[in-house]
């Protein structure tokens, strides 16, 4: 009667239907290959130091393309935990004219060891790790696996990208959901057939462990290679944004760039991008978030200027009332007009803001009392 590893031999396939050469077990672990050509993934050979720290946050420098692991697993349950393993480990690299997947598949628990010891060797090896979710999820997960396997991980400090955190940063005003399934469609265009859901991972797995028909886990293989492969695509997709970021096609994603380049201290770069984004369903926020920024920057005419634009327009309510007369009385020296303002401002109150009446009542009042100090001041 064959083995179970003849079985698996025999049974192997590539992502879409197409026969692979059946890789040898690396030290008892079945393993997978799946190579797409390397103009599909439109990333620079070098990846740029200042590109990276924009995903990060951390100061890094330039990393070579050949020297970047991208990495996903494939688990036992979804909410980690000391109970939870690793079945399947893929990773993606960068190989001459290619992209390669590598997958590492545990057909039983005492393959963990060998599992781990590859995921090591190759995390060893590289300067940049990339992942979705996997600041969260993978790596706290595989850490507590090589405990439990008396290893230790190699480079506990490797840079990470994790994409799942970039993906909300850049596109989750856009697309409310970041779930890769979701970005895959609504970023570069691709929509999954036949995709196995990740509910339903882990029970694909106890089915293999229970039959030992491929079968059930033949649906996760193809669906950790899909994954992999999106994660080049997705971090390309994240480089254009930031090279070009007012070159975007929708104005949320040229908000939302500008976001990250003031978070990241590039707060010039930042309100390029919230003027670029004044416009449609953004304009009213844009104008908001622009005006903050200067203020912060002590640009406190212009600011007053964006809330001026605002109150011309209609934008905002009452808040852009409030906040430019904050700014004429005290940083521009200016309370008359901002009396002026709150005049107005107390005329368009309506019957239900109480809370609003009183405060314009009393910034009014403090107002009126300076002015009529300076009045006399200057008599």
Known sequence: MSSLRDKLRSYGRQS???????????????????????????????????????????????????????????????SGGTGTVAFLTGIGYFEDDSFVVEQDFMRDYPEEGPMLTRIGEKLRSSDLLVTFNGKTFDMPLLDSRFIMQGMRNPQPDISHVDLLQCARSA?????????????????????????????????????????????????????NVQDIRSLPMLLAELFRLYERPLEAA??????????????????????????AADRGTMSRLSRLTLADSLRRQKEF???????????????????????RAKLLEHRLGRPEEALALMRKAVLLCGPDQDEMMAALQKRMLRLYRKCEKRGRAAR
């Open 16 to 78: 879409g239907g197409k026969p692979v050469r059946p890789a040898e077990p690396v030290r008892d672990c079945a393993r997978y290959f799946d190579r797409t050509e390397r103009a599909n993934y439109p990333l620079p050979d070098v990846l740029p130091g200042e590109l990276l720290y924009l995903l990060t946050g951390e100061e890094t420098a330039d990393i070579p393309l050949s020297r970047t692991l991208f990495l996903d697993t494939e688990t036992t349950g979804l």
């Open 171 to 223: 596109w989750k005003i856009r697309l409310s959901r970041c779930n890769l399934a979701s970005l895959e469609e609504k970023v570069f265009g691709l929509k999954r057939e036949d995709d196995l859901p990740g509910s339903q991972v882990p029970r694909a797995f106890f089915g293999f462990l229970e039959t030992g028909e491929f079968m059930y886990v033949e649906p996760v293989l193809r669906h």
């Open 250 to 275: 929708f104005e949320q994603d040229i908000y939302s760039a500008g976001r990250v380049f003031e978070k990241r201290g590039q707060a010039e770069t930042a309100r390029k991008c919230y003027r």
């Open 301 to 323: 005419e212009q600011a007053a200027e964006i809330y001026e634009k605002m109150i011309v327009q209609g934008q905002g309510g009452l808040f852009p009332y409030v906040e």
